[in-house]
């Protein structure tokens, strides 16, 4: 990112609870709510798309073959992102549901 980008995505971290989005996000996290988090994460970055490319969407399709690799080899792994990453149609989860795995939440 760059330093503008950087500047505006700190600024949008520290004003959910401002903008009424804490609450919410902290209660779609309690649910195991993927797909709910993405939406919220995805209204507070809709003033910055360019950051919600590069920070979610450009992730997520740069992630998929590496654990994709992880997937096929016979060790165990332990793959930790943030919540955001995992919901929405550009989401790990659907990338991963695209790729013929079956993604079930315990």
Do not use: C
């Not at 969407?57 to 073959?65: C, F, V, Y």
């Amino acid at each position: 990112m760059s330093d503008h980008q950087s500047e505006e995505m700190l600024l949008i971290s520290f004003t959910p609870a401002a903008r009424g989005t804490d609450e919410k996000l902290n209660s779609a996290w309690k649910r195991g709510d993927a797909d709910g988090i993405w939406r919220i994460a995805s209204a507070m970055l809709n003033d910055v798309p360019s950051i919600a490319d590069g920070v979610i969407t450009r992730r997520n399709h740069n992630w998929i073959p590496k654990i994709d690799r992880l997937l096929q080899s016979n060790e165990t792994y332990f793959v930790v992102v943030g919540a955001g990453h995992l919901g929405g149609p550009d989401g790990l989860l659907a990338l991963l549901r695209q790729r013929g795995y079956k993604v079930e939440q315990l």
